[in-house]
C-alpha cells in the first residue's frame, strides 16, 4: 500500500482533500474522507454560491470550463428543447424579437411578438428556466379587435438524464417539466396550465444532429377550470456547413416543448450562426401544414452566455 500526498484525482471529477498539505497519508485513509465538489473552487462566485446551497457529490469540473454557448446551444433557435443542460452557475439570456404568426382562419388572427427565455443552471444536471412570449401585438381579424399585451409566465425546469451512447443505440435524454402562470395581461391570460416533455437527441451519419421532444401539454377545456391535454411531438435536424454555421430542418405537431405556438402541425428550415463563444444569432421560416394552421411562422433572434 503506497503513500500519497495531500491531493488525489479519481474518476468523474471526484477529488478528495486533506487539511495539512504537510502529512503524508496513505491510498485507504484518502478514500475514507468525504469527497470536495470541485465547484466549491470555481472562479465564479455564483457558481460557487450554488456549490455550497445546492450540494453534488459527483459534480464534474463542467463549472470550471470557460462558457460556452455551444455547449449546449440555445433551446429557442428550433422547435425541440435539447436534453443537455447549462454548467452550475451558466447563465444564457434567448431572447427572439421577432415572431411574426400569420393569421389563420376562422379565429386566430396575425400576431408579433418578442419571446424571452433565461436560464440558470444550479447544478450540472438541473436547471431553472423562465420563459414568456413576452410582449404581444394581436391584428384585428375575423370579429376580434386588436390589442397589445404582455403574454403569461412560465416557470420551467429541464433535469439532463444521461449522455448519448451510441454503442447501444441510446439517445441523451432529458425531461422538461413547466406552468404557465396567469401573470399576464387580461387578454392573454388563460389559467393555470402544466405541462412536460421527454427530451432526446441522437448523433445521426454525415454529422447530422437529431433532438426530437414527445410531451403532454394541456388546454383550457369546455367548462370553466377545467383542462384537456393533448400529445405534443416536435423535432428538428440539424446539419453543421461550418465550424460557425449551421442549417437545419424542423416540425411539430400539436405544439411545441414551450407553450410558443398554437396547437397545429408546423414544418420549416432555419440556421444557426454562433458569433464566438459567448453568443449566437439564428431564423427559421415555418408554415402550418394543415387546415386552421398560421400561413407562416417567421422567428429571428439570438442568445447570450454569461
Known sequence: MGETNAVLNLPRGVVWLVDDAEETVTDEELMRLPPVDPALSSPLRRTRCLARAFPDRVDSWRSHEPTNIRDPGPDTANFPNSPYTLPRGGIYLETTPMVWTGASRPSQPASWNWEYLLRLGVTDRFEFRLFSNGLTASQANYGQQAFVGIAPLILDAKVHLWGEKPEYILPGAGIELYVQTDWASPQLQSG????????????????????????????????????????????????????????????????????????STVLGGGFVRYMGRRTVLFASYNAGVETGGPPAVIQVGGAAAF
Open 192 to 263: 393555470t396550465q402544466p405541462g412536460v416533455a421527454m427530451l432526446f437527441s441522437n448523433s445521426l451519419p454525415w454529422d447530422i444532429e437529431l433532438e426530437w421532444n414527445i410531451g403532454l401539454g394541456s388546454t383550457n377545456g369546455p367548462q370553466s377550470g377545467s383542462l384537456i391535454y393533448q400529445e405534443t411531438l416536435q423535432f428538428s435536424f440539424t446539419k453543421p456547413i461550418t465550424d460557425d454555421f449551421q442549417i437545419f430542418v424542423q416540425g411539430l405537431v400539436n405544439g411545441s416543448s414551450l407553450p410558443r405556438f398554437a396547437s
